[in-house]
């Protein structure tokens, strides 16, 4: 067996965390896999002063829109195919990093967010489909999934400090959490819950508005989730909200795998 440690990281600009020097703990880490979303930068401009460890492999999909969006995956187990999964990203926003491994199948993924208007909450919605039906059609091929990112929805009121004040925002709509519902029922499991249980008040995304972060009045936007197949090798799963630099916090995963998957 062999325990594999995952982390996963809205840094809201990855030039802008470099400035902060708020990457640095990675270099004090066991990270095998590190995921980050909304990068906002093409592959040449990220800063090579982020942190000093090396990784085998960076694989990184931006935004056809300069300075929104992107993607990037830092691994230090070498792939058997990368793609884009621009059939679920069919706007070419830089989304989605697919990384194959053995049977596993990663997915690192920066949902969009519906809060802009009624047309980017019905992209939001499609792209969910389009996403589950390709998660659905990797299961298929005999895959076992990891997925993570920032998913822009709370699942439950115990996901969000203020559920009624939100109950009408993109976010934590009805429809947007029933999709949550959906995907869990298909056998996805969301490893954060599955390990902590009911704990309270864990949020990985907070405004920045009217000292949010300090008050925790917070969101549980950012997910591991696993195929149920891998549910026996969920080893932990955390959410590190002293970690500062974005409005984002990073979250982990660790796994213990076979080595032949």
């Given at each position: 067996?062999?325990?594999?440690?995952?982390?996963?990281?809205?840094?809201?600009?990855?030039?802008?965390?470099?400035?902060?020097?708020?990457?640095?703990?990675?270099?004090?880490?066991?990270?095998?896999?590190?995921?980050?979303?909304?990068?906002?930068?093409?592959?040449?401009?990220?800063?090579?002063?982020?942190?000093?460890?090396?990784?085998?492999?960076?694989?990184?999909?931006?935004?056809?829109?300069?300075?929104?969006?992107?993607?990037?995956?830092?691994?230090?187990?070498?792939?058997?195919?990368?793609?884009?999964?621009?059939?679920?990203?069919?706007?070419?926003?830089?989304?989605?990093?697919?990384?194959?491994?053995?049977?596993?199948?990663?997915?690192?993924?920066?949902?969009?967010?519906?809060?802009?208007?009624?047309?980017?909450?019905?992209?939001?919605?499609?792209?969910y489909d389009r996403f589950l039906e390709h998660c659905e059609n990797l299961r298929k091929d005999g895959k076992s999934l990891?997925?993570?990112?920032?998913?822009?929805?709370?699942?439950?009121?115990?996901?969000?400090?203020?559920?009624?004040?939100?109950?009408?925002?993109?976010?934590?709509?009805?429809?947007?959490?029933?999709?949550?519902?959906?995907?869990?029922?298909?056998?996805?499991?969301?490893?954060?819950?599955?390990?902590?249980?009911?704990?309270?008040?864990?949020?990985?995304?907070?405004?920045?508005?009217?000292?949010?972060?300090?008050?925790?009045?917070?969101?549980?936007?950012?997910?591991?989730?696993?195929?149920?197949?891998?549910?026996?090798?969920?080893?932990?799963?955390?959410?590190?909200?002293?970690?500062?630099?974005?409005?984002?916090?990073?979250?982990?995963?660790?796994?213990?795998?076979?080595?032949?998957?």
């Amino acid at each position: 067996m062999e325990e594999l440690n995952f982390i996963s990281w809205n840094v809201n600009g990855i030039r802008a965390v470099d400035k902060k020097q708020a990457l640095g703990w990675i270099d004090k880490t066991k990270v095998d896999f590190l995921a980050l979303q909304e990068i906002k930068a093409q592959k040449e401009q990220i800063p090579p002063s982020i942190f000093t460890k090396e990784f085998c492999e960076l694989h990184v999909n931006s935004s056809c829109k300069k300075g929104q969006s992107g993607v990037a995956l830092f691994s230090a187990v070498p792939s058997i195919k990368s793609d884009i999964a621009q059939d679920v990203d069919i706007l070419d926003e830089g989304r989605i990093n697919e990384f194959h491994f053995g049977n596993v199948v990663f997915l690192n993924v920066y949902f969009p967010n519906g809060q802009r208007n009624e047309e980017r909450l019905e992209y939001k919605m499609a792209f969910y489909d389009r996403f589950l039906e390709h998660c659905e059609n990797l299961r298929k091929d005999g895959k076992s999934l990891i997925i993570c990112g920032d998913v822009n929805t709370a699942h439950k009121e115990i996901d969000i400090a203020r559920p009624k004040a939100n109950e009408n925002t993109s976010g934590f709509l009805k429809m947007e959490r029933e999709w949550i519902d959906k995907f869990l029922s298909l056998g996805y499991i969301d490893t954060f819950r599955y390990v902590n249980g009911d704990i309270e008040d864990k949020y990985s995304w907070w405004s920045y508005r009217a000292g949010a972060r300090g008050n925790n009045v917070g969101w549980r936007i950012d997910y591991f989730f696993v195929s149920q197949d891998l549910q026996e090798h969920i080893i932990d799963a955390k959410i590190h909200d002293d970690i500062l630099g974005s409005d984002h916090c990073p979250i982990s995963l660790t796994l213990k795998l076979p080595k032949e998957m």
